[in-house]
């Protein structure tokens, strides 16, 4: 018998709280493999280096180098990496922004823990890509 593919996650947000949860969340699916967490850009482009996820989840709103920037420099030195931006502001307001610095799709951190498994195992086999509505992602 085949195991299944894990997919190898990193976790970037300055909230101790919401790098906790999203852990949970994560943790909770078998294929699922938290690799790394990090509270700032610059420090989830070091846990990339180390670690090579497939897939960071990235808030936008961080200190230093914000979700934006990090971005950038991820895709530019491993290209291979998809990023799903989390960000608990609107669409309209940074989504342009962060799919342009190299994200591959923008969810709301209102996205519920399969939602977002469903999006990483997605995202992960280069099934989705933009502006996504949650609701039409299923596992």
């Known amino acids: 018998m085949v195991e299944p593919r894990h997919i190898r996650v990193i976790v970037a947000d300055n909230h101790q709280v919401v790098r906790a949860g999203l852990a949970v969340a994560l943790q909770a699916q078998p294929d699922l493999d938290l690799v790394g967490e990090a509270s700032d850009g610059a420090e989830a482009l070091e846990v990339c280096a180390r670690t090579q996820p497939d897939v960071v989840l990235m808030d936008l709103v961080m200190p230093g180098m914000d979700g934006v920037k990090a971005m950038q420099a991820i895709h530019q030195a491993y290209p ?25 799709i923008y969810l709301s951190k209102d996205v519920t823990g399969e939602e977002l498994a469903a999006a990483i195992r997605h995202v992960s086999a280069g099934l989705l890509s933009g502006f996504e509505d949650t609701q039409s992602i299923s596992a």
């Open 80 to 104: 291979q990496v998809q990023i799903i931006v989390l960000s608990s502001f609107g669409k309209e307001e940074l989504g342009k922004a962060a799919l342009w610095a190299g994200a591959t």
